[in-house]
């Protein structure tokens, strides 16, 4: 790969360049180039873990439990896709809402469709998801 390097222009909100030039400093980048390139690096390893054999991971939700039907389709997508799930974690923060972890384990496009349904819910707050690894591609 050349190590040549090739300047860009990116235009962005001026209060999202804001929140990322303070997430830079918090994380000591020494400047805007080194947070970018280390995003595009982490995008780029995301993309190679949907290409490998087998991986493991955590699906983190936060929701409302009152919301219509939620909690039976956020059930009902598991149970099509139980193959991938290995438990599940419950719990209930307040009096509306509900943290779920998910650990998943299998083909990455397998546990990639099972977040991407996930994801698909209405009314879901928050979804995240860890891209972990079994381990046993690593020394
Ligand atoms: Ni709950």
């Known amino acids: 790969m050349s190590s040549r390097l090739i300047r860009f222009g990116v235009s962005l909100e001026r209060e999202l360049l804001s929140r ?3 997430y830079a400093r918090e994380r000591n980048f020494p400047t805007r180039s080194e947070a970018i390139r280390a995003l595009i690096k982490e995008t ?3 993309k190679e873990w ?3 054999g087998e991986v493991a991971g955590a699906i983190v939700l936060v929701y409302d439990h009152g919301r219509r039907e939620i909690l039976k389709r956020i059930t009902g997508v598991q149970h099509r ?3 991938n799930v290995i ?3 419950h719990v209930h923060l307040d009096h509306d809402n509900c943290l779920e ?3 998943v384990k299998g083909k990455p496009r397998a546990v990639e469709t099972l977040y991407r349904n996930l994801h698909a819910i209405k009314g879901i707050k928050h979804i ?3 891209t972990g690894t ?3 591609a690593i020394p």
Do not use: P
């Open 20 to 22: 990322f030039d303070s």
């Open 44 to 46: 780029l390893v995301r």
């Open 50 to 52: 949907l290409c490998g």
């Open 81 to 83: 896709n139980y193959g």
């Open 87 to 89: 438990s599940t974690q």
């Open 101 to 103: 972890v998910v650990i």
């Open 128 to 130: 995240s998801i860890n």
């Open 134 to 136: 079994t381990g046993r």
